[in-house]
């Protein structure tokens, strides 16, 4: 890979990629081999949309954005109808799909160069036809710095409130193992030192805040991780009924909170829930009948001498007091899973989306259940149902010699492998 500058390294990063409407074989399940960290939304007649991204091996500048479709409540899965592949060492990750208050779908995404470039990028597209199987969609937009990898929350005032996180430079410095050429060695050895320094300075789970309908951003304020236990953040907001947020976010640890008094301008210091938990995404939100669902791997409180949780058996609970105290337990998946997303539906459905073996099984799954579910510990309800099928890769990863027509090759022709997170 020739040497570039780091403003050119930005410049790639930021520039618009046309989605592909017609993904050819290439993308096809057979070439697939890694896929995860996916996300859910339903449309007001009932589409159900799940984005998800692969590519290469793993976290790396193959990863591109999958979007695809089901018309009948996620019994079955259109193939992908839209791809968002940059070109180059730029990737496209950690999607997110939403339906706003006016009924748009929006689909977002992360566009950085390589695995981070310092300034990662937030960029989404819309559609107003989210019951169509084929929707027109707006032109790519790019919207602020940071990582978006959570749904926006609609606050009480009208405001749009969206959960983006500026990381440390030293996430680059810790996965600089998975960087090709060049930059394999640091690259913020490329960053000026003022350069570092800002992007030390902000760094942060962040809100920003829109009052016109997702046209503009504003920053608001940044609720801080201790450094020892800075990870990706990936953090989720729930209003409370007394108008403050709570902030969950991602720690080294497992799960912190901070609290806002002041619709996100100041933030508590974050601290410790005491939910086991390993250091994976979480998914949190208020239910239409006003109690809070919480999707966590494991149980809610630890037993003297369990091994410390990992990323298995994905739990739904449900909070009745703000968060206080939790009730219920729905085992969603026992094996290996991550990153859960969801939605409702107005009846009161709950999906939950997920990914099963990134690598090995390279399996997209949801949940399909209710609150009665959940407090019974058991699927009691007549529709509900638990590891569907939404997408199964079965891409096996080729020779050195034999790795023409998939996606990932170096400027030698041999295979990039990467480790992921």
């Given at each position: 890979?020739?040497k570039?500058?780091?403003?050119?390294?930005?410049?790639?990063a930021?520039?618009?990629?046309?989605?592909?409407?017609?993904?050819?074989?290439?993308y096809?399940?057979?070439?697939?081999?890694?896929?995860?960290?996916?996300?859910?939304?339903?449309?007001?007649?009932?589409?159900?949309?799940?984005?998800?991204?692969?590519?290469?091996?793993?976290e790396s500048?193959?990863?591109?954005?999958?979007?695809a479709?089901?018309?009948?409540?996620?019994?079955?899965?259109?193939?992908?109808?839209?791809?968002?592949?940059?070109?180059?060492?730029?990737?496209?990750?950690d999607?997110?799909?939403?339906?706003d208050?006016a009924?748009?779908?929006?689909?977002?995404?992360?566009?950085v160069?390589?695995?981070?470039?310092?300034?990662?990028?937030?960029?989404s597209?819309?559609?107003?036809?989210?019951?169509?199987?084929?929707p027109?969609?707006s032109?790519?937009?790019?919207?602020?710095d940071?990582?978006?990898?959570n749904?926006p929350t609609?606050?009480?005032?009208?405001?749009?409130?969206?959960?983006?996180?500026?990381?440390?430079?030293?996430?680059?410095?810790?996965?600089?193992?998975?960087?090709?050429?060049?930059?394999?060695?640091?690259?913020?050895?490329l960053?000026?030192p003022?350069?570092?320094q800002?992007?030390?300075?902000?760094?942060?789970a962040?809100?920003?805040?829109?009052?016109?309908?997702?046209?503009?951003?504003v920053?608001?304020?940044?609720?801080?991780?201790?450094e020892?236990?800075?990870?990706?953040?990936?953090?989720?907001?729930?209003?409370?009924?007394?108008?403050?947020?709570?902030?969950l976010?991602?720690?080294?640890?497992g799960?912190?909170?901070a609290v806002?008094?002041?619709?996100?301008?100041s933030?508590?210091?974050?601290?410790?829930?005491?939910?086991p938990?390993?250091?994976?995404?979480?998914?949190i939100?208020?239910?239409?009948?006003?109690?809070?669902?919480?999707?966590?791997?494991?149980?809610?409180h630890?037993?003297p001498?369990?091994?410390?949780?990992v990323?298995?058996?994905?739990?739904?609970?449900?909070?009745?007091?703000?968060?206080?105290?939790?009730?219920?337990?729905?085992?969603?998946?026992?094996?290996?899973?991550?990153?859960?997303?969801?939605?409702?539906?107005p009846?009161?459905?709950?999906?939950?989306?997920?990914?099963?073996?990134?690598?090995?099984?390279?399996?997209?799954?949801?949940a399909r259940?209710t609150?009665?579910?959940?407090?019974?510990?058991?699927?009691?309800?007549?529709?509900?149902?638990?590891?569907?099928?939404?997408?199964?890769?079965?891409?096996?990863?080729?020779?050195?010699?034999?790795?023409?027509?998939?996606?990932?090759?170096?400027?030698s022709?041999?295979?990039?492998?990467?480790?992921?997170?």
């Amino acid at each position: 890979m020739a040497k570039l500058t780091y403003e050119e390294i930005l410049k790639e990063a930021e520039a618009p990629v046309q989605p592909n409407f017609s993904p050819g074989p290439e993308y096809a399940d057979s070439r697939r081999v890694f896929q995860g960290i996916p996300s859910i939304e339903r449309a007001p007649g009932g589409r159900l949309w799940a984005a998800w991204y692969a590519g290469g091996q793993g976290e790396s500048p193959l990863n591109y954005v999958l979007l695809a479709t089901s018309a009948n409540d996620g019994e079955s899965w259109s193939r992908p109808l839209m791809v968002i592949d940059p070109p180059g060492n730029v990737r496209a990750c950690d999607p997110n799909v939403w339906l706003d208050p006016a009924k748009r779908l929006w689909l977002f995404w992360m566009q950085v160069h390589t695995l981070h470039d310092g300034r990662w990028g937030v960029w989404s597209m819309t559609t107003d036809e989210p019951d169509k199987e084929h929707p027109a969609w707006s032109a790519p937009r790019r919207l602020c710095d940071g990582v978006m990898l959570n749904k926006p929350t609609v606050l009480s005032n009208g405001e749009w409130l969206f959960t983006i996180s500026h990381l440390p430079a030293k996430v680059m410095d810790n996965e600089k193992r998975m960087l090709p050429g060049f930059l394999r060695r640091n690259l913020r050895a490329l960053l000026s030192p003022d350069e570092a320094q800002r992007i030390d300075g902000r760094a942060g789970a962040c809100v920003y805040v829109s009052s016109d309908r997702g046209a503009t951003l504003v920053q608001r304020g940044c609720a801080r991780v201790p450094e020892e236990n800075s990870t990706h953040n990936e953090h989720m907001v729930v209003e409370k009924q007394d108008g403050s947020l709570w902030m969950l976010v991602r720690t080294s640890y497992g799960i912190g909170s901070a609290v806002s008094p002041d619709s996100g301008v100041s933030w508590s210091p974050v601290v410790a829930t005491g939910f086991p938990h390993p250091s994976s995404r979480f998914f949190i939100r208020r239910l239409a009948s006003g109690s809070i669902l919480l999707v966590k791997h494991g149980p809610l409180h630890s037993t003297p001498g369990e091994p410390k949780p990992v990323r298995d058996r994905l739990t739904a609970y449900v909070s009745a007091d703000q968060g206080r105290s939790w009730q219920g337990g729905l085992m969603l998946e026992e094996r290996e899973c991550t990153y859960p997303d969801g939605t409702q539906a107005p009846d009161g459905t709950i999906y939950i989306i997920y990914d099963h073996g990134r690598r090995k099984e390279k399996m997209i799954m949801m949940a399909r259940f209710t609150e009665k579910d959940i407090m019974a510990g058991k699927l009691v309800s007549p529709r509900s149902r638990l590891r569907i099928v939404v997408s199964h890769a079965t891409g096996v990863i080729p020779p050195a010699e034999d790795w023409s027509g998939m996606k990932g090759r170096n400027d030698s022709g041999q295979p990039l492998i990467f480790t992921g997170i």
